[in-house]
């Protein structure tokens, strides 16, 4: 498998634009997420991952509220969400980059832990400082619902998610003296007419990407403390094995005699 290279700042890829509603105190994020779906699906078929409809369907909704939240954070922000689901048993895992625009992501159906909830868990990493974790549980099978629980628990702070059409989707969330009275009773009907209803002031335009950052080499260097101590626990009586990105599920094919010269040569 080749390695991935870095994404293009040049290149055109999903934009998402933030507007303040002025008089209602509020912050609304909204894009097409069509070419973002695209570039996920074409990630799927190169790696010869085939999702269950029913978790593709959860994690589609889980992009698109994800990439409209890393869209209205700051741009040092590294954000990585696992939504975990009791029923169906599957664990989403997205992870962005602002400070690069990229977006990557997959599915965990396989041993997923039995837990009494359903459990929501954002990770975020701002420049240089420590890694917060902050974790809420949630009712019923919808990464939407989740997301918004983490926003009134965690963020302490409304957030509501729209889908305008098939493919665009907002979200709409409170800042400081925010009417939440309106932002509590709004239809995705009243979101699509905002730009003749309500009084917009645009903040910023971001483009984002699909883009891990995976490749061999890294892969490799993950398994180079097992090969030392434990080659023949790693391949056993095969001369490759195959391994899986974490974080998004990418596949590698990788040789003993490759693991053997990587491992000889960091020595």
């Given at each position: 498998?080749?390695?991935?290279?870095?994404?293009?700042?040049?290149?055109?890829?999903?934009?998402?634009?933030?507007?303040?509603?002025?008089?209602?105190?509020?912050?609304?994020?909204?894009?097409?997420?069509?070419?973002?779906?695209?570039?996920?699906?074409?990630?799927?078929?190169?790696?010869?991952?085939?999702?269950?409809?029913?978790?593709?369907?959860?994690?589609?909704?889980?992009?698109?509220?994800?990439?409209?939240?890393?869209?209205?954070?700051?741009?040092?922000?590294?954000?990585?969400?696992?939504?975990?689901?009791?029923?169906?048993?599957?664990?989403?895992?997205?992870?962005?980059?602002?400070?690069?625009?990229?977006?990557?992501?997959?599915?965990?159906?396989?041993?997923?832990?039995?837990?009494p909830e359903n459990v929501f868990y954002s990770d975020?990493?701002?420049?240089?400082?420590?890694?917060?974790?902050?974790?809420?549980?949630?009712?019923?099978?919808?990464?939407?619902?989740?997301?918004?629980?983490?926003?009134?628990?965690?963020?302490?702070?409304?957030?509501?998610?729209?889908?305008?059409?098939?493919?665009?989707?907002?979200?709409?969330?409170?800042?400081?003296?925010?009417?939440?009275?309106?932002?509590?009773?709004?239809?995705?009907?009243?979101?699509?007419?905002?730009?003749?209803t309500e009084p917009l002031g645009l903040l910023?335009?971001?483009?984002?990407?699909?883009?891990?950052?995976?490749?061999?080499?890294?892969?490799?260097?993950?398994?180079?403390?097992?090969?030392?101590?434990?080659?023949?626990?790693?391949?056993?009586?095969?001369?490759?094995?195959?391994?899986?990105?974490?974080?998004?599920?990418?596949?590698?094919?990788?040789?003993?005699?490759?693991?053997?010269?990587?491992?000889?040569?960091?020595?």
């Open positions: 498998m080749p390695e991935t290279t870095p994404p293009n700042l040049a290149d055109a890829g999903l934009e998402v634009a933030t507007h303040f509603v002025r008089n209602r105190n509020a912050v609304v994020a909204r894009a097409d997420f069509g070419e973002l779906f695209v570039d996920y699906y074409l990630h799927l078929s190169t790696h010869g991952i085939k999702p269950a409809p029913e978790h593709d369907a959860l994690f589609k909704r889980a992009l698109a509220a994800f990439v409209l939240h890393a869209a209205s954070r700051p741009r040092n922000e590294l954000t990585a969400w696992t939504i975990n689901f009791q029923e169906p048993r599957v664990n989403l895992f997205l992870t962005g980059d602002n400070e690069l625009g990229t977006v990557t992501g997959r599915i965990f159906s396989e041993n997923v832990k039995e837990l975020v990493v701002r420049g240089r400082g420590e890694k917060r974790r902050s974790a809420v549980n949630f009712t019923g099978a919808d990464p939407i619902v989740a997301a918004e629980r983490f926003y009134a628990q965690s963020e302490q702070r409304v957030a509501r998610y729209f889908q305008l059409a098939e493919e665009e989707w907002a979200m709409v969330t409170e800042h400081p003296d925010c009417d939440v009275t309106w932002l509590k009773a709004l239809t995705p009907e009243a979101v699509k007419d905002f730009e003749k910023e335009k971001r483009v984002c990407r699909w883009h891990c950052g995976c490749n061999q080499a890294k892969l490799m260097e993950v398994l180079a403390p097992t090969m030392r101590t434990d080659p023949a626990g790693l391949f056993g009586d095969d001369q490759k094995i195959e391994i899986r990105c974490p974080r998004c599920a990418a596949r590698y094919t990788i040789t003993r005699e490759a693991m053997e010269a990587f491992v000889a040569e960091k020595k």
